[in-house]
């Protein structure tokens, strides 16, 4: 099984600043990585497919990007609604693995 | 508009059975591959199983392989999840999802429903 670990567990980041969450896989997931945004009570949301694609309606102030088993999701000027949990999730051994990772808390500084 | 509505959480004593459904609308149900995902309070995402688009195809996570069934119902726009021999960390909010075409992500997303298993 693929392991996914998101590291650091919570970011501070003030409104306005640029946050870099990190995604590392236990082997490579080539660019078969997507990461969600949860908010408190909400379902997860899709943001990025691909490693680096947006979903339809996500702001281009979110970013994605690596390849392999590094990746990085970057907001660069976070807005108060950006304040969330994120999930990345890899896709590469489906069928049948599709594996999240723990999640980063994105918190106000 | 993508709804995706689900029903049948509650409470159950273990190694008791509970059904799920989801109801989809606003979008050719029949198209798409569909799938359970589920949160246990307080924790992370867990893909559960996954059907295709025919029924063809189906898949589960190894922690509720041979006790959840998935299944689908294309004429009623509906998928099921019926969940025999259920543990205590079965406990957990179930979503529906729906996988984007040609991409196995989760593009649109139920709002959950609730299962508690305990005595």
């Known amino acids: 099984e693929i392991v996914m670990t998101q590291s650091p567990a919570t970011l501070s980041v003030s409104p306005g600043e640029r946050a870099t969450l990190s995604c590392r896989a236990s082997?490579?997931?080539?660019?078969?990585l997507a990461w969600y945004q949860q908010k408190p009570g909400q379902a997860p949301r899709l943001l990025i497919y691909?490693?680096?694609t947006r979903a339809t309606g996500i702001p281009a102030r979110f970013s994605g990007s690596g390849s392999g088993t590094e990746f990085t999701l970057t907001i660069s000027s976070l807005q108060s609604e950006d304040f969330a949990v994120y999930y990345c999730?890899?896709?590469?051994?489906?069928?049948?693995?599709?594996?999240f990772g723990q999640g980063t808390k994105l918190e106000i500084k | 508009e993508v709804q995706l509505v689900e029903s049948g959480g509650g409470l159950v004593k273990p190694g008791g059975s509970l059904r799920l459904s989801c109801a989809a609308s606003?979008?050719?149900?029949?198209?798409?591959?569909m799938n359970w995902v589920r949160q246990a309070p307080g924790k992370g995402l867990e893909w559960v199983s996954s059907?295709?688009?025919?029924?063809?195809?189906?898949y589960y996570a190894d922690s509720v392989k041979g006790r959840f069934t998935i299944s689908r119902d294309n004429a009623k726009n509906s998928l099921y999840l019926q969940m025999n021999s259920l543990r205590a960390e079965d406990t957990a909010v179930y979503y529906c999802?729906?996988?984007?075409?040609?991409?196995?992500?989760?593009?649109?997303w139920g709002q959950g429903t609730l299962v508690t298993v305990s005595s």
């Open positions: 999802a729906r996988d984007r075409q040609w991409e196995p992500v989760f593009d649109y």
């Open positions: 606003g979008f050719t149900f029949s198209s798409y591959s």
């Open positions: 059907i295709s688009s025919s029924s063809s195809y189906i």
């Open positions: 082997q490579s997931v080539s660019s078969n």
């Open positions: 691909g490693a680096s």
């Open positions: 999730q890899q896709y590469n051994n489906w069928p049948p693995g599709r594996t």
